[in-house]
């Protein structure tokens, strides 16, 4: 079945991650690794990312609420490029990501033929990141679940998120709440939903939508689709 090491909230530092390392370069029976809730930066995430680039073992890494930054996110971004055929769930919630390092975790995207589940909440993608991170959605046919919940996402970043999954035949569910994207992006969003044929949730709650998006989201709702939304209060 395989191991799982739950190193959760242990306060890991870059150090220790680095032993972690060397324990991961040779190991075949680690599934998961938990890492999330420590104090892992660029240094402490090179070294594993170094570790892991060869392990066809590992298939669930997170790394939730560390201090990668966008300098970590880009060793991530070239992990994914290098071991294309094994992470696949990748958790990233809460790591200070801006736009620099979403550029190269799209790249990783781009390649990767394992990878089905990213979490990529609580950072700072804005628009200009998600825009980079989703670009190569279009013709990725292995992720099916990406949450990007709570990055200051507004119209344009929707906008670029449904030009995006509209092509897109393997994403199923996407999380898109607690942004900023008012009606302009969610009719955007539900012109797209016409056209794909994959997606079977939807979530953008708490965001700004109004009346004229609400009724072009319901509009667009087919049978086996659910869409989680709500009237945002603009008074």
Do not use: P, W
């Amino acid at each position: 079945k395989g191991d799982i090491l739950n190193l959760n909230g242990q306060k890991i530092t870059d150090q220790c991650a680095s032993s972690i390392a060397k324990v991961l370069i040779s190991n075949t029976t680690i599934l998961k690794l938990n890492l999330g809730n420590n104090s892992i930066g660029e240094n402490g995430i090179a070294d594993l990312a170094g570790a892991i680039k060869t392990n066809k073992t590992l298939k669930n890494l997170a790394l939730q609420h560390n201090h990668l930054g966008d300098k970590g996110a880009r060793k991530i971004g070239r992990l994914l490029k290098q071991n294309t055929s094994a992470i696949a769930e990748l958790n990233l919630q809460n790591n200070n990501i801006d736009e620099d390092g979403a550029k190269m975790l799209g790249e990783g995207i781009r390649v990767s033929t394992s990878l089905q589940i990213l979490d990529m909440r609580d950072n700072k993608l804005k628009d200009a990141g998600v825009k980079l991170l989703v670009k190569y959605l279009k013709g990725n046919k292995f992720l099916n679940r990406l949450n990007i919940a709570n990055n200051e996402i507004g119209d344009e970043g929707a906008k670029s998120i449904a030009d995006a999954f509209k092509d897109n035949k393997s994403l199923t569910f996407l999380e898109i709440n607690d942004n900023d994207i008012g009606d302009e992006g969610a009719i955007s969003i539900a012109d797209a939903l016409k056209e794909n044929s994959k997606l079977t949730t939807l979530d953008l709650k708490n965001n700004n939508i109004a009346k004229k998006g609400c009724d072009r989201l319901r509009s667009s709702k087919k049978t086996g689709v659910e869409i989680f939304y709500q009237l945002a209060n603009l008074f």
